[in-house]
């Protein structure tokens, strides 16, 4: 095969990696709005308007921001992920699939701690959701690496992970301590969720100075 020839084939295999994660993209995308919209439909309005009734319905509106910001962080991430993958292979789909799963728990475990943010076990479940869905993003990037090469752009900038692997631990050690209290469970949640504020500028394109 002449070098013009091979390098059609690979421009041509390029595009067609493009568009598949665009289409990945894509469907996520519509996955997680609607992950967000049916937390917003688990809101409910105080019983009357009194400031003690709003009041009652502060923690359901607080864990609310809480997994806004989560989904937001993801949905964010992910796509910076996706714009730097070329090829998307069947196990790319598959953990893709596995983390739409376990961010379309936390809608279930939001609610649930709204409406019982003092017990122990919504707690610890809110944390297990989001160590699911941590680790789930994690293996999403590994499978692509594995599917791009570990000479690709997403293994480069992504390197260790040192970021990623922290906040995995630090749901792991809140969803255990939600046992001891929840307000360190919730405190852990809020420091990772603070510390991913800042969108991942790992896979974010640098304006040329």
Request: contains cysteine; glycine residues 8%; hydrophobic residues 50%.
């Amino acid at each position: 095969m002449s070098q013009s020839r091979r390098g059609d084939v690979l421009s041509m295999q390029r595009h067609e990696g493009e568009r598949e994660a665009a289409r990945l993209e894509a469907f996520s995308d519509g996955v997680m709005a609607v992950i967000i919209t049916i937390m917003a439909f688990g809101l409910d309005v105080p019983a009357n308007t009194t400031w003690q009734a709003a009041g009652r319905r502060l923690p359901s509106l607080l864990v609310y921001v809480l997994s806004f910001t989560l989904i937001g962080i993801y949905w964010n991430n992910h796509h910076h992920l996706l714009k730097a993958t070329r090829r998307i292979s069947g196990a790319v789909m598959w953990a893709n699939l596995h983390l739409l799963f376990w961010l379309s728990l936390i809608p279930v475990a939001t609610k649930w701690v709204g409406e019982a943010h003092q017990a122990r076990l919504p707690a610890s479940v809110y944390g297990i959701a989001s160590v699911g869905a941590a680790v789930a993003y994690a293996l999403l990037v590994q499978m692509i690496i594995r599917a791009n090469g570990h000479d690709s752009p997403v293994a480069r900038a992504i390197g260790p992970d040192v970021k990623g692997r922290l906040s995995i631990c630090l749901f792991t050690v809140g969803a255990g301590l939600a046992w001891l209290s929840p307000w360190i469970a919730y405190a852990l949640y809020v420091a990772v969720a603070i510390s991913w504020f800042v969108p991942d500028r790992r896979l974010t394109p640098q304006a040329p100075r």
